[in-house]
């Protein structure tokens, strides 16, 4: 019957456009083909809950992890996870992924926002949602946050001249990108009003407040990720975000943190265990012996168990192992991953240790080991396995002590345990600084990938600007490669 529909659609449309060939005026139909139900308006606070996203796998919880997407991908080259049984990704496979859905998803919601907010003829109505500034400022901040993953996942992107209705689109630059994004940070604060905040608001509930000091870590994220190439601008902007008025994130309190309300929107690792039923992740046995090298109390919290799986093995290998070791250790704790849990996006202990750092680097006048013990301690509070005395004892060990040894590495080492979950960002930090000293998986004559290649999509569809695009990323006669190295990491 559906073929049958089918079908005479397609006669009828073919009839119609025979006859208005040959001459026919254009008939109005009025309202037959608007659904009363749906508006005809962009409604920005659904646009901003969509592009914060609570569904499984998208919006900024999958930065962190996207159950097997680029961002865990990711994960398994900063080696903080082991696959069980398909591991062609731990062992560098080539991994090509298309940019296209993500201008078109979030990014066009962000940009939808800003639009309908600077519109003269569009404004008075969107107001409806939280004052216009407000709204801009907003989606500028989460805007600048999804563009400075995607560049340090590929590179090289579309940016200056994108989401404006093109889809020839030239790429930028990254250091053009970095730069830019820290101006958009930098204006958003300011832009903020004392009017109404964002309605839609599923990360910070219209908190202002939250949403500068959220804007200012990153701002200073992206300063330290730039240490290796212009470290003199990457200490001017630290310097500029840590003392801005509006603050940084320093507590738990402050974490930009996604809350799951279950049911259809469950943590995204309670979906990937509980509801999709995949059981082929494990915490990798380089992350495992870290800790317990380290009497690390985190050890409990990250995985399921202590048993860390090699990592990068064959599949073969990877299989014998998981057979044997039933109890290997799954991502979280399961009392960690229920379907309510929540996701930290971005931590106290995330940007007390970058402080830590850029003390060490000399960019700031602060105290490097309390920064230090003060990125630790927010860190096992964000676990929940703190506790006064066990951080005493933590930080007195020869392994952990900054006193003892090369105080910068060790700042780099906890940075890299703390930002667990979140391959993204630890890939970022071991590309940057080579620490932790990662070793390539096993048997591979091949170092770990510095970037994602492109899908096929973009070589399709933008063939000119690709071209230009991934020219500075051709190794050993291979273009796009996956072994081209960002700006930031030159």
């Known amino acids: 019957m559906k073929h049958t529909i089918k079908n005479i659609f397609k006669i009828t449309s073919v009839a119609l456009a025979l006859l208005c060939s040959t001459g026919c005026e254009k008939v109005d139909f009025g309202d037959i083909n608007r659904d009363p139900n749906q508006t005809t308006e962009p409604i920005t606070s659904a646009l901003l809950t969509n592009a914060l996203g609570l569904a499984s796998g998208r919006g900024i919880a999958a930065t962190v992890w996207d159950q097997g997407g680029i961002r865990t991908i990711a994960g398994y080259y900063a080696q903080y996870f082991s696959q069980t049984q398909y591991t062609e990704f731990s062992r560098y496979t080539k991994t090509t992924t298309n940019m296209d859905l993500f201008y078109a998803g979030v990014m066009n919601d962000l940009q939808m926002i800003i639009d309908y907010n600077s519109n003269d003829a569009t404004k008075e109505q969107a107001a409806a949602n939280g004052s216009n500034n407000n709204q801009i400022a907003t989606a500028r901040i989460l805007k600048a946050y999804n563009v400075w993953w995607m560049t340090n996942l590929w590179g090289d992107i579309p940016y200056s001249q994108a989401l404006k209705g093109s889809g020839n689109v030239p790429y930028d630059k990254q250091q053009d990108i970095y730069k830019d994004l820290i101006k958009e940070l930098k204006e958003a604060v300011d832009q903020f009003d004392g009017g109404a905040s964002f309605k839609g608001d599923i990360l910070f509930n219209g908190n202002i407040t939250r949403w500068k000091k959220f804007a200012n870590s990153v ?13 003199n601008l990457g200490k001017t902007e630290f310097a500029s975000a840590l003392s801005h008025a509006a603050g940084v994130i320093e ?15 469950d943590n995204d690792f309670y979906n990937y265990y509980n509801v999709v039923l995949r059981d082929d992740e494990a915490v990798a046995k380089t992350m495992t012996d870290w800790l317990s090298s380290r009497n690390d109390p985190r050890i409990g919290a990250y ?51 970058a402080r830590a750092e850029a003390a060490s680097r000399g960019w700031t006048a602060e105290n490097a080991a309390t920064a230090y013990a003060k990125g630790i301690e927010e860190s096992m509070r964000q676990w929940g396995v703190y506790s006064a005395t066990g951080l005493v004892t933590y930080l007195a060990q020869s392994s952990v002590d900054l006193a003892a ?19 993204m960002q630890g890939w970022n930090l ?17 170092p770990i990938p510095r970037r994602i290649a492109h899908g096929a999509n973009e070589q399709n569809l933008n063939p000119t600007n690709w071209e230009a695009g991934v020219a500075g990323y051709t190794v050993n006669g291979e273009k796009d490669s996956q072994w081209g190295r960002m700006w930031w990491d030159n």
Not at 219 to 231: G, H
Not at 251 to 265: E, L
């Open 303 to 353: 995985g399921s168990s202590s048993v860390g799986f090699p990592y990068g093995l064959t599949r073969d290998n990877a299989v014998a192992f998981g057979n044997a070791n039933t109890n290997f250790a799954r991502p979280i704790h399961p009392g960690l991953r229920t379907a309510t849990s929540p996701i930290v996006v971005l931590g106290a202990a995330n940007i007390w240790l």
């Open 219 to 231: 701002r200073m994220l992206m300063a330290l990720q730039m240490s290796k190439v212009d470290a």
């Open 405 to 423: 040894g090369s105080a910068l590495d060790k700042i780099i080492n906890q940075a890299w345990a703390a930002w667990y979950p979140n391959g």
């Open 430 to 446: 071991w590309r940057r600084t080579n620490l932790p000293a990662l070793t390539p998986a096993p048997g591979q004559a091949s």
């Open 251 to 265: 507590s738990g309190a402050d974490n930009a943190t996604m809350v799951f309300p279950g049911g259809a929107y």
